[in-house]
């Protein structure tokens, strides 16, 4: 149908990426003389009389190799469905009510919404409430089940990959063992992809609870063999068998923040090795930047599948990257089950194949 008017908002943590798939909207939309409204700043732009914009293909050309999104976005807020440590929260039925009367005042007819985990947990509710959604999954961490990648990965892996090659030099100069937190909270996907791509000699995962005396042995083993340095590569969700995840902030909205394993993690190897350590915190540097051409083709790609779900009615979708093919599945099953590293699985035996210690 032409004249159409769909939405787009982008949710949760930025990354790079974002504006690919913005391209991909507003490219394909032009070419069925739609029009594509972008809300600023996820949901809360949904609020009346909604905080949006006309995206014109002339005004988006050449947002496709910037990182950050033009639109905005926030993981905190009112239309938070992720709470604690991985609880849902219904979104207020007085909340939806604004946001329904914004979308129908701007005659929007569909609503593509970016983002994660949260994100795609209020879109269902949406959709569960009559309005019709398409999920486009983006996250850092990779841990969207239903989709063999999010784009962002790439690029924060080429970051930790960068910064590890970076750490490798100084790390040698010294005889130090130099540690890397790196993000991740669930899932260990970019300390694994870091690490092994980087050269690390330990990774700390979420998945696989580690003891620190088999780290410890591992580097100095090395030690032994006459490698007096090492990089330690842990994800911000790692923890010692037995014991929490390391909580920075529990304090605001949505979920805890996590941070400080790698401290730990430098002062106890120091202990138990007797070796020099230092610890660099990755943070927000993983978000930040230019998309790789990786997640620029792979933005585009869904950004233009989630146009093709709206014309073909299949609400309710999230696009899914399979066997090198842009589809979709129900975003029901995209947010049922994170998707974890299996610490049985060909990646892991890879890494350990090659002599890296998980510390289990
Ligand atoms: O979900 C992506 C993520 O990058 C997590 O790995 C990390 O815990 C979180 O976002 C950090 O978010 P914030 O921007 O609120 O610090």
Redesign the pocket.
């Known amino acids: 149908m032409s004249g159409q008017k769909i939405g787009l908002l982008n949710g ?2 930025d990354c790079p990426g974002l504006n690919a798939v913005t391209h991909g909207v507003v490219g394909a939309a032009k070419k069925l003389g739609w029009d594509v409204i972008g809300f600023r700043d996820g949901f809360e732009g949904l609020f009346p009389p909604g905080d949006c914009k006309l995206l014109k293909a002339e005004k988006t050309a050449g947002i496709l190799k910037l990182g950050g999104t033009i639109l905005g976005t926030t ?1 905190r807020g009112s239309f938070s469905s992720k709470v604690g440590e991985g609880g849902i929260r219904k979104i207020p039925a007085e909340i939806m009510a604004q946001a329904r009367e914004t979308l129908e005042a701007q005659g929007i007819s569909a609503l593509v919404c970016v983002g ?1 985990d949260g994100t795609l947990t209020t879109a269902l509710q949406f959709q569960d409430e009559g309005f019709p959604v398409i999920g486009v999954p983006k ?3 990779n841990d969207l089940r239903a989709t063999a990648m999010t784009f962002g990965f790439d690029s924060a892996t080429q970051v930790v990959v960068d910064s590890l090659d970076r750490l490798h030099t100084t790390a040698s100069s010294h005889k130090r063992v130099m540690i890397l937190e790196v ?3 669930h899932a260990g996907w970019i300390a694994l992809y870091g690490g092994i791509g980087g050269g690390a000699s330990a990774i700390l995962l979420p998945e696989i609870p580690f003891d620190y005396q088999k780290v410890a042995n591992a580097i100095l083993e090395r030690e032994e063999h006459g490698f007096r340095s090492s990089l330690i590569v842990v994800s ?1 969700g790692a923890a010692p068998a037995g014991e929490a995840q390391v909580i920075a902030d529990a304090s605001g909205q949505g979920e805890v ?2 941070g400080g394993i790698g401290e730990q993690v430098a002062d106890k190897i120091s202990e138990l090795t007797g070796k020099e350590t230092r610890c660099t915190t990755l943070g ?1 540097l ?2 930040g930047g230019s998309p790789t051409s990786l997640d620029r083709v792979l933005g585009t790609r869904f950004g233009v599948k989630a146009v093709k779900l709206i014309e073909e009615k299949r609400f309710g979708r999230m696009v899914s990257y399979q066997q090198y093919h842009v589809g979709s599945v129900p975003i029901k099953e995209a947010v049922s089950e994170l998707n974890l590293v299996d610490p049985e699985g060909e990646l892991v035996d890879t890494a350990k194949s090659v002599g890296i210690c998980f510390g289990d």
């Open positions: 949760g943590g993981n994660g996250t850092i961490d993000m991740g909270r911000e923040r996590l927000h993983q978000r």
